[in-house]
C-alpha cells in the first residue's frame, strides 16, 4: 500500500538558518503530493503542494519539488525564522478515493532566536 | 470568515460512557472527515462522509460512530466499545476529493479518560 516517510524529529535550527525536512514516498501511479503545517494546539493547514512529477509547490518562502524519480517530495526554506516552530506532515493523495489520504507521521521544527 | 468549528476543546470520557464530538463547517464543503492523530504517529482516517446521508468507514472505524444529517455538521461519537479513545480528533473537509484538493481542519478535540 501507499506510505510515506519523513525524517525523524525533533529538527532544531537558530534563525535564519537553511531548513530540509526529507520525505520520501511509496505509491502506484501519480500521486498529488501536500506539506501541511500544524502549530501547537492546532489542526493542519494546508502549506503547498504539486500534482504531478517535476512540479514545484511554494508558499511563505517554504519550497517542494515533485520527484518522481527519487520518490522524493523534500520541504525547504532559506531562512527560518521562530515562527516556523511547528510540525510538518509529508501527505499523498491517491486519486480515485476520497478516502486515500496517507500522511507522514510529521517532523517538528523548532526556531531558536 | 469560514472555516471549521470543533467543539469542545477539550473533553473528558468515563468508562462505559459515550462522548460526542461536535464539527460544524461554513465552507460549503461536500466532503467531511475524521481523524485520529496520536503522538508520534501521523493522521489515521476514522469515517469520512462524501455527501449528505452517507458515509464510509476509515482505517479505524471500530468503537466510532457517525452522521451527517446536514451538509455543515459531522459529528463523531466515540463509544464505550473504543477501549483506548484518548487522542487527539481532527475534523476535516475539502470542496472535491481530498486526494487532490486541499483539506481545510478544525483546530481539534482532545479526548482523555477519567
Known amino acids: 500500500g501507499d506510505s510515506v516517510t519523513q525524517m525523524e524529529g525533533p529538527v532544531t535550527l537558530s534563525e535564519e538558518a537553511f531548513l530540509t525536512i526529507n520525505c520520501t514516498y511509496t505509491?502506484?501511479?501519480?500521486?498529488?503530493l501536500f506539506w501541511y503545517v500544524q502549530y501547537p494546539g492546532e489542526g493542519l493547514q494546508l502549506l503547498l503542494k504539486?500534482?504531478?512529477?517535476?512540479d514545484k509547490g511554494s508558499n511563505k518562502g517554504f519550497e517542494a519539488t515533485y520527484r518522481k524519480e527519487t520518490t522524493s517530495f523534500h520541504l525547504e526554506k532559506g531562512s527560518v525564522q521562530v515562527s516556523d516552530s511547528a510540525v510538518y506532515f509529508c501527505?499523498?493523495?491517491?486519486?480515485?478515493?476520497?478516502?486515500?489520504?496517507?500522511f507522514g507521521t510529521g517532523t517538528k521544527l523548532q526556531v531558536i532566536p | 470568515d469560514g472555516g471549521i468549528t470543533q467543539s469542545p476543546k477539550y473533553l473528558f470520557r468515563k468508562e462505559g460512557q459515550n462522548v460526542t464530538l461536535s464539527c460544524e463547517q461554513n465552507?460549503?464543503?461536500?466532503?467531511m472527515y475524521w481523524y485520529r492523530q496520536d503522538p508520534g504517529q501521523g493522521l489515521r482516517l476514522i469515517y469520512y462522509?462524501?455527501?449528505?446521508?452517507?458515509?464510509q468507514k476509515g482505517d479505524i472505524a471500530e468503537g466510532y460512530s457517525v452522521s451527517r444529517e446536514k451538509k455543515e455538521s459531522f459529528p463523531l461519537t466515540v463509544t464505550s466499545a473504543q477501549k483506548n479513545p484518548t487522542a487527539f480528533y481532527l475534523c476535516?473537509?475539502?470542496?472535491?476529493?481530498?486526494?487532490?484538493?486541499?483539506?481545510?481542519f478544525g483546530d481539534g478535540t482532545r479526548l482523555s479518560i477519567l
Open positions: 476535516a473537509s475539502s470542496i472535491g476529493d481530498a486526494s487532490n484538493q486541499p483539506q481545510h
Open positions: 505509491a502506484t501511479g501519480y500521486p498529488s
Open positions: 504539486a500534482t504531478k512529477a517535476d
Open positions: 501527505a499523498l493523495g491517491q486519486s480515485g478515493g476520497y478516502q486515500k489520504v496517507t
Open positions: 465552507l460549503n464543503h461536500d466532503a
Open positions: 462522509s462524501q455527501i449528505v446521508n452517507d458515509f
